[in-house]
T-cell receptor, first 113, second 115 residues
Framework: DAMVIQNPRYQVTQFGKPVTLSCSQT?????MYWYQQKSSQAPKLLFH???????NEADTPDNFQSRRPNTSFCFLDIRSPGLGDAAMYLC????????????FGPGTRLTVL | QKEVEQNSGPLSVPEGAIASLNCTYS??????FFWYRQYSGKSPELIMF????GDKEDGRFTAQLNKASQYVSLLIRDSQPSDSATYLC???????????????FGQGTILTVHP
């Protein structure tokens, strides 16, 4: 089945210790998105790639970086996690045309100690 | 004014009833509208999308769109306890075609269906 996969599902890190979250897709979609979702809040878009073109949201902290080495994979790097970065991180993909439905992976729950 | 507004609820309905979830948006340029369901601790799951005025039905779900009133709703018929979740309304500014746009989510409405 075509899908969006995120690894790990749960990540525990220490304050200030860099962490990388992974997303892969078998949908062959052009666009990949990273969202941050805190408890009882709406998903907040951090950035997205259309193919290799990176698009950062204006209010995304510099602490968050992303890489997309190929069509299938996208990574979220948090360089120095703070306690406020504890959240669910959601990866989504879309074709990049038409109504452009976004399909979400299962998410990675990040805990910062 | 928030870009996408939903009543946070909780909305409580008895099993078998119709649940009505509402969403308003501020950007008249919005073209595509999505409803996602999110169970606690899980990721959003697409229920359906709509981009033309009127109703769109899919099984027990009906989406309704009124662009003049900037209003989109989701009706769930024959509600089941398994429908208990947070329902997120999301709005995409770009129309269908070769362009694409970003989603703006509402805060979500918590729905509880009690037996």
């Amino acid at each position: 089945d075509a899908m969006v996969i995120q690894n790990p599902r749960y990540q525990v890190t220490q304050f200030g210790k860099p962490v990388t979250l992974s997303c892969s897709q078998t949908l062959n979609h052009n666009v990949m998105y990273w969202y941050q979702q805190k408890s009882s809040q709406a998903p907040k878009l951090l950035f997205h790639y259309y193919d290799k073109d990176f698009n950062n949201e204006a209010d995304t902290p510099d602490n968050f970086q992303s890489r997309r080495p190929n069509t299938s994979f996208c990574f979220l790097d948090i360089r120095s996690p703070g306690l406020g970065d504890a959240a669910m991180y959601l990866c989504a993909t879309s074709r990049g045309q038409g109504p452009d439905t976004q399909y979400f992976g299962p998410g990675t729950r990040l805990t910062v100690l | 004014q928030k870009e996408v507004e939903q009543n946070s609820g909780p909305l409580s309905v008895p099993e078998g009833a119709i649940a009505s979830l509402n969403c308003t948006y501020s950007d008249r340029g919005s073209q595509s509208f999505f409803w996602y369901r999110q169970y606690s601790g899980k990721s959003p799951e697409l229920i359906m999308f709509i981009y033309s005025n009127g109703d769109k039905e899919d099984g027990r779900f009906t989406a309704q769109l009124n662009k003049a009133s900037q209003y989109v709703s989701l009706l769930i018929r024959d509600s089941q306890p398994s429908d208990s979740a947070t329902y997120l309304c999301a709005v995409n500014r770009n129309a269908g075609g070769t362009s694409y746009g970003k989603l703006t989510f509402g805060q979500g409405t918590i729905l509880t269906v009690h037996p």
